[in-house]
């Protein structure tokens, strides 16, 4: 691959969105802000990898040299910002297995969602690599959505690939400044963040996903790094 950096704009807007990065029991909460797990599942949608696959393992390392940043968007209702909300859905399954390997006929979940939330994710990464994805959020293999199926994009996703982080800043933000947006960065050194999630796809596969630790820093908006 091309030594060459460049940068992926990515748009998220939709009337629910839920971002969960400690859901795998009866509770399925959403994060405030987009997941790389979840961006990582979108591509891998969009690009058609089936879970567990060898193509999906194949984009998951590559994409393990990828930079994120989130960063919130306010949302313009009529005559203010709309706040983001947290609404919770009662849920049932069927047809779940249980810890002793039986079917279970109906399982409950509560489920969380993010309602009036925008995001933009800035994807910092080798060119050829983001192109590849960009292509495909333009053309999807398979449909994409904002963390889960439930949750419908209302706007298309890729904002646009370019060569300057300045340029596709722009994209999401216009001229505002990014100190004046809340944001949440990776970070390289442990001592740098404020919180650690287990957020690093390792694997999709049904029946061993699989994710690693991420070391991250949440800014306020007009907090300066």
């Not at 949302?75 to 009529?78: A, E, L, S, T, V």
């Given at each position: 691959m091309s030594s060459d950096r460049s940068y992926l704009a990515l748009r998220l807007e939709g009337p629910l969105q839920s971002w969960g990065f400690d859901s795998q029991y009866n509770r399925r909460n959403t994060g405030l802000m987009p997941t790389r797990s979840a961006i990582a599942g979108m591509c891998c949608a969009?690009?058609?990898h089936p879970r567990g696959s060898a193509n999906e393992q194949e984009f998951l390392a590559a994409f393990g040299s990828v930079c994120m940043t989130a960063i919130a968007i306010p949302?313009?209702?009529?005559k203010r910002e709309?706040?983001?909300r947290r609404l919770q859905d009662y849920h049932t399954v069927q047809n779940t297995r249980t810890a002793e390997g039986k079917i279970k006929d109906c399982h409950i979940t509560?489920?969380?969602?993010?309602?009036?939330?925008?995001?933009?994710?800035?994807?910092?990464?080798?060119e050829?690599?983001?192109k590849q994805v960009a292509d495909a959020l333009e053309n999807p293999v398979w449909g994409v959505w904002l963390g889960r199926k439930a949750c419908i994009p209302t706007a298309p996703v890729l904002a646009g690939l370019r060569s300057d982080w300045d340029e596709a800043l722009r994209l999401?933000?216009?001229?505002?400044?990014?100190?004046?947006?809340?944001?949440?960065e990776e970070v390289e050194n442990f001592a740098d963040g404020r919180d650690s999630l287990p957020d690093v796809p390792v694997s999709f596969a049904s029946e061993r996903r699989l994710f690693s630790p991420r070391r991250v820093k949440t800014w306020q908006a007009g907090e300066k790094a």
């Open positions: 969009a690009l058609g949302r313009n209702g009529m709309l706040p983001v509560h489920r969380q969602y993010l309602a009036d939330a925008a995001f933009g994710v800035l994807l910092e990464g080798e050829s690599l983001l999401l933000v216009g001229t505002r400044p990014l100190e004046s947006f809340t944001r949440q």
